[in-house]
């Protein structure tokens, strides 16, 4: 596969701070994965091509991912108070 242009490896490298697995291989030092060389996404994966940075913290994917859950909370919320309007004889 082609190396990936600048831009698109940035882009995979935000990605991967908000993956919760990629986290987890970043974060703990211990287990099957004590670094990006011999992480297992990496060798299950064509990241050698990309490069890349294991995340640090998990306080990105924790916000990444609250932010995705807060939206669809208030959506469903949304959704639910519209339909009692709807329902609500008068």
Partial sequence: A???HS???KWVSLLMTA?????VNGILPFGPWPDASAGLFYRLTNLSEIP???PKTIWAAV???GCI???GFC????RH???DRATIPG
């Fill in 69 to 71: 859950g807060g939206l």
């Fill in 19 to 23: 993956h919760p697995l990629f986290t």
């Fill in 2 to 4: 082609p190396v990936l």
């Fill in 63 to 65: 916000l990444f991912h």
């Fill in 75 to 78: 959506l469903a919320r949304w």
């Fill in 7 to 9: 831009y698109l490896a």
């Fill in 81 to 83: 108070r519209a339909r």
């Fill in 52 to 54: 890349y940075g294991l």
